[in-house]
């Protein structure tokens, strides 16, 4: 199996896993945190998008996967309101402003 293939496989796995849990955790009696769903959406959706090879392939792709990290530290802080999370959700934010540079001057700076 090629590598492309693998990929795909593993990001529709991750994003139906995502929405199984997501369906679990909102049919579960007792109620759950509402910022929780919003994890869900957030990742089931770019888990879906990362499932296309075309999307992948795209050069704005890490800038996409940087604004997801946000995205999730995002809500979560907002949710929870610890203090590491907010800050993860702060440099997360600055690593999108990166990849949004890097894709348009067609860069690699600060890329682990």
């Known amino acids: 199996m090629d590598e492309r293939r693998l990929q795909t496989g593993l990001y529709a796995a991750a994003a139906v896993l995502i929405a199984a849990v997501g369906i679990a955790v909102v049919a579960r009696p007792g ?5 929780a769903y919003g994890l869900v959406v957030i990742g089931a959706a ?12 795209h050069e704005a792709y890490n800038a996409l996967g ?3 990290a946000a995205a999730v ?5 907002v949710g929870s ?3 590491f ?8 934010a ?3 402003l990166v990849e949004l540079y890097n894709w348009r001057a067609g860069t690699t700076y600060l890329r682990l």
């Open 94 to 96: 600055v690593g999108t």
């Open 31 to 35: 109620g759950s945190a509402p910022w």
């Open 81 to 83: 309101g610890v203090l």
């Open 46 to 57: 770019f888990f879906g998008l990362s499932a296309v090879p075309r999307v992948r392939e």
């Open 85 to 92: 999370v907010g800050i993860l959700a702060v440099f997360s």
């Open 66 to 68: 940087a604004a997801f």
């Open 73 to 77: 530290c995002t809500v979560a802080y």
